[in-house]
């Protein structure tokens, strides 16, 4: 099946620099990757995603990179502020075999903006 | 329109009952998910229905849980004779399609004592 490995864990910035977010995925049919931001006690909002039918995705402060032969992809956000504080998770789901329709999620990255 | 949504958003249970949880997709959502989530910790995939069937039951911890939907809305989630170690928050997702955005119910905070 699939799976997501997702670095780092924990990220320290000061307000106003840029973050970025490494995941890679092992499946090669996965073609759908959504990044999930998720505050203390609240449910994962999406907060942008990006088909394998394009390489980058912007809105905003916030940009996905997908590098579909090397099966990785990334989350950027620009000019951090203190409400980015958050976990941040990304996902891949399967588009084939027994696990179609499955999303499989990285471990978390724990970003911290500081004022 | 409305979200989803989950019920009860908080459970406390004492260890061997068992207990359901309830989630009402968004409507016209076909696909509909399972997570689990431990402190501190990532989402881990417990099941999923398209309509009414569950294709994939791989995550399921254990046979003491299972889980069905009913009418392509409604599913409940029943776990039998709770542990300690099933003290999590479980999440509840639905989407249009299987390959489409998954949207989150606020969770319910399950506690075994």
């Known amino acids: 099946g699939e799976n997501v490995e997702q670095h780092p864990s924990t990220l320290s910035v000061q307000e106003g620099d840029s973050a970025v977010i490494k995941c890679t995925y092992s499946d090669s049919a996965s073609n759908y990757f959504p990044w999930y931001k998720q505050e203390l006690g609240k449910r994962p909002q999406l907060i942008i995603d990006?088909?394998?039918?394009?390489g980058e995705k912007k809105d905003q402060r916030i940009a996905v990179t997908l590098n579909k032969t090397a099966k990785h992809f990334s989350l950027h956000i620009t000019e951090t502020q203190p409400e980015d504080s958050a976990v941040y998770f990304c996902?891949?789901?399967?588009?084939?075999?027994?696990?179609?329709?499955?999303?499989?999620f990285g471990q978390g990255t724990i970003l911290t903006v500081h004022p | 329109g409305a979200g989803v949504s989950q019920s009860p958003s908080n459970k406390v249970t004492e260890k061997g009952k068992d207990v359901e949880l309830r989630c009402d997709p968004i409507s016209g959502h076909t696909a509909l998910y399972w997570y689990r989530q431990r402190l501190g910790q990532g989402l881990e995939f417990l099941i999923y229905?398209?309509?009414?069937?569950?294709?994939?039951k791989s995550g399921l911890p254990s046979d003491r849980f299972s889980a069905e939907r009913t009418g392509e809305s409604v599913s409940t989630l029943t776990i039998q004779r709770t542990q300690q170690e099933d003290s999590a928050v479980y999440l509840c997702?639905?989407?249009?399609?299987?390959?489409?955005?998954?949207?989150f119910g606020p969770g319910t905070r399950l506690t075994v004592l």
């Open positions: 229905f398209q309509g009414n069937s569950a294709p994939d």
């Open positions: 997702a639905s989407s249009f399609g299987q390959l489409d955005t998954q949207y």
């Open positions: 990006i088909r394998s039918n394009v």
């Open positions: 996902a891949a789901i399967a588009a084939g075999g027994t696990s179609y329709g499955k999303l499989t």
